[in-house]
Nanobody, 121 residues
Framework: QVQLVESGGGLVQAGGSLRLSCAAS????????MGWFRQAPGKEREFVAG????????GYADSVKGRFTISRVSVKNTVYLEMNSLKPEDTAVYYC??????????????WGQGTQVTVSS
């Protein structure tokens, strides 16, 4: 049973940066496809970024492409989401997810509890 714990959220001004962390226990993240999702108030949860365990392929939502970067450090069993040039519309609860599948698109089985990111204008 994989358990995921996100951290690193907070309040930041527009144009600023944050780095979210997702620490895993109960499984080795190098064997899992990892994803970051977000949910803003009144909106559905949406895919932000994903990283496949197979070949290291990564993908991003168009809204964050060029600003966000997903990475993983195997020795720490941790996945990161580096967020730069933040905009008020990036405000949301951010969730980390893991799955044994290869593709980073689609559903995920394991989820963290989320971390709040608030970007002020």
């Amino acid at each position: 049973q994989v358990q995921l714990v996100e951290s690193g959220g907070g309040l930041v001004q527009a144009g600023g940066s944050l780095r979210l962390s997702c620490a895993a226990s109960g499984g080795t993240l190098s064997r899992y496809t990892m994803g970051w999702f977000r949910q803003a108030p009144g909106k559905e949860r949406e895919f932000v970024a994903g990283s496949s365990w197979s070949g290291g392929a990564a993908g991003y939502a168009d809204s964050v492409k060029g600003r966000f970067t997903i990475s993983r450090v195997s020795v720490k069993n941790t996945v990161y989401l580096e967020m730069n040039s933040l905009k008020p519309e990036d405000t949301a609860v951010y969730y980390c997810a893991a799955d044994s599948k290869r593709a980073y698109s689609g559903g995920y089985y394991y989820w963290g509890q989320g971390t709040q990111v608030t970007v002020s204008s």
